[in-house]
């Protein structure tokens, strides 16, 4: 009889999640009026992905997000590629220095990285001529950019439950290692 | 694999660092069909989606239900009253169409407005906040390309962006990569209306001695670009000067709340100039085209 390993039923389940967090974001979130609504789980996804996650099993639910939200956006052809692809590896590189099984670690790294999208989005409009006024740009963006911050904490938390009920802590652990050597 | 274990980080962190540039010095389009590897996402997707569209469409049918039944009694009798005057006003303006007919028949004209089109419900919007799209269930079957026109009933919604068999992207007027070709509907003045990072759209490149009021109706100018002419497209804002002194901002508010929009009309009738590219080169080489030119939609 045909078993499924418990990587397998996690990387499954992982994909699962990824697909699931994409539709939320387009079918409910995207579809509320008020930019406070507008927490940007999929940001969040791959951001906790990237640090949580062995390289190949990250990039593969990064391309699958990518891939999702470059089919239900309006936003230019790679930019979530792009951004995804520049997340994965700060975050990596920023796990190498900080103890990121630490919850206010992984708040600032975020931070960071969501800061980051709505430089490469300013570019983006750069290019094609239609740079918004710094000040209104930031303004739009702000609620959107607290609520994802402040609600990024409680969503690692959550992505760290459902892989500890896997045990697929693996890479969590190996840094918890390095950390306290 | 071990290569991968040993070399994988070096290599995405150079192909990280180079997609950048690469992005932001390119020509390519603003968007495209969806490649292969999106296409196979997304038919892997597609009993997630079941879900999520069963689930919006039953929670905001009940949601309406309960608003619709909340006010159902002064709404009918608003209704009623407004229905009675509404006759009077359409008996007098069929006389009006029948004279209009008999003049039209006198000066030869040719009666233009003679649209199709395909309704459809919003399924979803745009999960990057930033950018301005929805998505409706239909699609190629129905006859729907990319380029055609979007129109809710209080004015333009956008242009079809791309389809697949059961939906199509519309590219929101107020998308900051949008543009289309509009007049004040006062003086018939012509200029070019494009989308902003706000919520407001930006009424620019006005003929010279144009003079744009506040609260002076924008419409389509059915010259170039996908919509008739006349429909309404918003209201002028606000209007201010710019620090050089010279160049005027015209915010234009938006005559549909994008937000709210849940059904909206799909114009059969493609843009002109797509319509001649695609009779004289083909598909292929209106792509190549499209791809040429940066951030060009809508008119």
Known sequence: ?181 | MLVFRRYGFALLVLSAFVFPFAFYSSDVAVRRDLSFVEKLVYTVSRPVEFVFNLATQQSRGLIRSYVDLRGARVEADRLKDENAKLSVKMQLLQEVEKENERLQKLLNFVRQVNLKFVSGQVQSGDPSFLYKSIRLNRGESEGILPGMAVVAAEGAVGVVMRTLAGYSDVLLLNDPNSNLDVIVARNRRRGMLEGSSGQTMLFKYADRGSRVLVGDEIVTSGLTGPFPRGIVVGKVARIRVEPDGVTQVIEVEPAVNFAEVSEALILLRSSREVDVIRKLGGVDWMKKLVESVPGRSGG
């Not at chain 1, 089919?71 to 930019?79: I, K, L, Q």
């Not at chain 1, 607290?146 to 904490?153: D, E, F, G, H, Y």
């Not at chain 1, 500890?164 to 950390?179: G, I, K, P």
């Open chain 1, 1 to 181: 009889m045909f078993r499924l390993r418990a990587w397998q039923v996690h990387a499954s389940l992982m994909l699962l999640l990824s697909m699931f967090i994409v539709y939320l974001q387009a079918y409910v979130l995207g579809r509320m009026q008020s930019s406070w609504f507008h927490v940007d789980l999929a940001t969040v996804f791959v951001v906790y992905v990237s640090i949580e996650h062995l390289l190949l099993g990250a990039l593969v639910r990064i391309f699958v997000v990518a891939a999702l939200m470059h089919m239900f956006s309006g936003a230019p052809d790679g930019f979530y590629l792009m951004f995804f692809m520049l997340a994965l590896v700060i975050s990596n590189i920023l796990a190498r220095f900080f103890a990121l099984h630490k919850l206010n670690s992984q708040f600032l790294i975020f931070a960071g990285i969501f800061c980051l999208k709505f430089v490469l989005v300013y570019g983006s409009l750069s290019k094609v001529q239609r740079v918004p006024d710094g000040w209104a740009f930031l303004f739009k963006v702000a609620p959107s950019l607290i609520m994802t911050t402040l609600l990024s904490v409680p969503l690692f938390a959550l992505f760290a439950t459902i892989d500890s009920l896997f045990d697929a802590s693996a890479r969590r652990d190996h840094r918890q290692e390095l950390v306290e050597n």
